[in-house]
């Protein structure tokens, strides 16, 4: 599980943006951890990544 600061370094996107994206259904939710800590799984950020590369190449 990645946390938001490892999420955020490795897309490049700020929480906002993050934030944003998840609200719009353009980035894979997170996981509830706890009462007040949430996280990613690597496995879908990697998918968002290569889903995003392979947009880039297709354009």
Known sequence: ???R???ERITALSKSTLYRMI???DFP???R??????GWRQSAINR???ERI???VAC
């Open 48 to 50: 968002w990544l290569e």
């Open 29 to 31: 939710a997170p996981t």
């Open 5 to 7: 600061g490892e999420v």
């Open 54 to 56: 392979a947009l880039e």
């Open 23 to 25: 609200a719009r259904g």
């Open 1 to 3: 599980m990645l946390r």
């Open 33 to 38: 951890l706890g009462a007040r800590a949430v």
